[in-house]
């Protein structure tokens, strides 16, 4: 395997090929040209050539181990569990089976298949970062935050180089709103790996959350600078141009995701919003209509700005068409919000349900609530209550919520009327 340390892929398979010739059950021999195969890239050859070494030692765990992974590279999931499954079978404590069918199991969506593996792994061998990071990832993804934070944790203790496991742990911290906490984490990823693109977008996105637009605007630069076909970074990027006023700017981001992703409705909807924030009624109902269809979900919100379009320029029954939709949901606050704009729950009533809930959930709810109540008083001519709301709403709502950015761009268009 000399040469194949060194990159020479053909010369070892030409030292291996005589091995083979001079000794045909030489099984090791069979098993180091599968693993120079599988490098080049080869994969049937490579599981031909463990098939022949596993015929030789049936009972060898890493035979079976290799053969899974090529398995995998090949996309034959269930022949590659079928391995990792024998390699366990040769050997109950073949850590390597463990982790790399608890891998496989997560591309075949088998989650608790594999957090049941990675945990094996790390009872037989508690040092075994990778399976920590493993489980940690797919506890992360689960939205199990705490257990997610704690074998990353881990990892990054077993491993202080590791930049994705930083990284990983940032996001994890972003989805539980520990802003301050996933800044730190992905910072620290970006300082091992400065190509980390998920890491500069992910702490982009935190930097947005806490108003520090102009830092969030250079982080989606550096992934756009890495990646220039990166749909995401120039979607984020036009929404934080949006929150720092550079709306032609954001003309052009929002511009170009659409036009590297047609079918993303939340590029739709962003520029929709985007239009709406500029007067542009029409040209925001058509994006924001094609958001919807292309939506995988309710789309409740946006439904709610088609909704406020059609009454500001007074056109068809908004209400009646809004509460068909509405009444079909699941309760949760896109309903209450719904039932309100329906004239199905009082002012009162709506904003008291703001106040309530999860505690950290209150000021985005409130947020919402008073641009919503706003935009009522508005469209009925109540200018002073709308502006009141909407001022309101402004200065406490979180600094990446749309409603914010619809709230600021009414305050203006008053301020320019009245």
């Not at 000399?2 to 000794?23: F, H, R």
């Not at 850590?95 to 790390?122: H, M, P, Q, T």
């Not at 180089?161 to 990983?168: E, F, I, L, R, V």
């Not at 929150?243 to 929002?254: H, K, P």
């Amino acid at each position: 395997m000399a040469k194949a340390n060194k990159g020479d892929w053909q010369g070892a398979i030409l030292d291996l090929s005589k091995s083979i010739e001079l000794d045909p059950n030489f099984s090791c021999a069979y098993s180091e040209r599968a693993t120079v195969k599988l490098n080049m890239g080869e994969l049937k050859g490579a599981i031909e050539d463990y098939s022949k070494a596993i015929e030789g030692e049936p009972k060898n765990p890493l035979y079976y181990v290799n053969r899974g992974v090529a398995k995998r590279r090949s996309g034959d999931y269930s022949g590659a569990v079928s391995d990792h499954s024998k390699a366990i079978a040769a050997d109950v404590s073949c850590v390597l089976a463990y982790y790399n069918r608890g891998v496989v199991e997560i591309d075949g969506g088998d989650i608790e298949a594999a957090i049941s593996d990675f945990s094996k792994a790390v009872e037989i061998e508690p040092t075994y970062e990778l399976a920590y990071f493993a489980r940690g990832s797919v506890e992360a993804a689960k939205r199990d935050y705490g257990a997610a934070l704690a074998d990353l944790s881990k990892a990054i203790t077993l491993n202080p180089n590791d930049a994705t496991a930083y990284g990983k742990r940032g996001m994890a911290k972003l989805r539980m709103g520990d802003t301050e906490g996933s800044t730190k984490d992905l910072s620290q990823a970006i300082s091992i790996d400065q190509h980390y693109i998920e890491a500069f977008q992910a702490r982009g996105i935190a930097e947005r959350r806490i108003g520090a637009a102009a830092a969030a605007i250079a982080d989606f630069s550096k992934v756009i600078a890495l990646d220039a076909e990166n749909a995401e970074a120039y979607k984020f990027r036009g929404m934080a141009r949006i929150d720092m006023g550079e709306i032609e700017n954001a003309t052009a981001d929002l511009a170009k995701a659409v036009e590297l992703r047609p079918q993303d409705s939340m590029v739709h909807e962003m520029r929709g919003a985007l239009k709406e924030i500029k007067g542009e009624f029409q040209d925001a109902y058509e994006d924001y209509g094609e958001a919807v269809e292309l939506a995988k979900d309710d789309a409740a919100y946006v439904r709610f700005w088609l909704f406020l379009i059609d009454r500001r320029l007074k056109r068809g029954d908004p209400i009646a068409h809004l509460k068909t939709v509405v009444d079909s949901w699941k309760e949760g606050l896109p309903k209450t919000v719904g039932l309100f704009l329906t004239g199905q729950m009082t002012e009162t009533a709506f904003m008291d349900s703001a106040s309530k809930g999860d505690g950290k959930a209150v000021p985005g709810h409130q947020c919402e609530a008073r641009y919503y109540c706003g935009m009522l008083h508005l469209l009925s001519g109540d200018y002073a209550k709308a502006k009141s709301l909407f001022t309101e709403c402004v200065a406490s709502g979180p600094r990446d919520f749309v409603e914010v950015a619809l709230a600021r761009a009414e305050l203006a268009r008053l301020a320019a009327k009245h």
